[in-house]
């Protein structure tokens, strides 16, 4: 950096921050994080080589290569789970029998550390769904002039009276226009259809 570069905008670590968290908040970002830690020490242990003065001690089991492939699987179960959302069961699942699969392949799952993350994060990711999107509330209205709740009008006549000068004809007419379930007494039907 040098004198003359422009110093950042005051307001773009909150704007970066903002974007991550809006991200962050249409997939399942939690979940993708513990499948994809639960891939490290499933393919670390059985590699690890712990040294005690001038003993080794060697985690090395004859499944290595086993772990090795469940660990990268789930590492990448973790990212698809952050940037192909619409795998979330698949990859819950998957993440659920690899984590089952890893308890006699690699030491345990990690030393049950990888096992738990992965079974966490699998749960999670099953039962993640997108969030609805917000609806644009209605502007409030006014309180009703006679004293009761508002939004408790009543409501308009829905064709059900005779209209008019009493005529039943013409509230029969109306009630067949507004029936759209072909089960009313105006028709003969009275909900039950005929097989044959």
Same mark, same amino acid.
């Given at each position: 950096? %040098?004198? +003359?570069?422009?110093?950042? =905008?005051?307001? @773009?670590?909150? %704007? *970066?921050?903002? @974007?991550? *968290?809006?991200?962050?908040?249409?997939?399942?970002?939690?979940?993708?994080?513990? !499948?994809?830690?639960?891939?490290?020490? $499933?393919?670390?242990?059985?590699?690890?080589?712990?040294?005690?003065?001038?003993?080794?001690?060697?985690?090395?089991?004859?499944?290595?290569?086993?772990?090795? $492939? &469940?660990?990268?699987?789930? !590492? !990448?179960?973790? &990212?698809?789970?952050?940037? @192909?959302?619409?795998? *979330?069961?698949?990859?819950?699942?998957?993440? $659920?029998?690899?984590?089952? !699969?890893?308890?006699?392949?690699?030491?345990?799952?990690?030393?049950?550390?990888?096992?738990?993350?992965?079974? &966490?994060?699998?749960?999670?990711? $099953?039962?993640?769904?997108?969030?609805?999107? =917000?609806?644009? @509330?209605?502007?409030?209205?006014?309180?009703?002039?006679?004293?009761?709740?508002?939004?408790?009008?009543?409501?308009?006549?829905?064709?059900? +009276?005779?209209?008019?000068?009493?005529?039943?004809?013409?509230?029969?007419?109306?009630?067949?226009?507004?029936?759209?379930?072909?089960?009313?007494?105006?028709?003969?039907?009275?909900?039950?259809?005929?097989?044959?």
């Amino acid at each position: 950096m %040098s004198a +003359e570069t422009p110093a950042a =905008e005051s307001g @773009q670590h909150t %704007s *970066r921050k903002l @974007q991550f *968290r809006a991200w962050r908040g249409t997939r399942p970002f939690w979940a993708g994080l513990y !499948v994809l830690l639960s891939g490290l020490p $499933i393919m670390y242990f059985p590699y690890f080589h712990l040294q005690l003065g001038h003993l080794t001690l060697a985690m090395a089991t004859t499944a290595g290569a086993g772990s090795l $492939i &469940i660990g990268v699987l789930l !590492v !990448v179960l973790g &990212i698809s789970l952050w940037f @192909q959302k619409h795998v *979330r069961t698949f990859a819950g699942v998957a993440a $659920i029998l690899l984590a089952l !699969v890893s308890l006699p392949v690699s030491n345990f799952g990690g030393f049950l550390m990888g096992f738990l993350l992965a079974l &966490i994060g699998g749960a999670m990711a $099953i039962a993640w769904v997108p969030g609805a999107p =917000e609806q644009p @509330q209605p502007p409030a209205e006014a309180a009703p002039a006679e004293g009761g709740a508002p939004g408790t009008a009543p409501l308009p006549r829905q064709g059900t +009276e005779p209209v008019g000068d009493g005529d039943t004809s013409q509230a029969a007419v109306a009630l067949e226009k507004n029936d759209l379930s072909g089960t009313s007494p105006a028709n003969g039907a009275n909900g039950r259809h005929s097989a044959g």
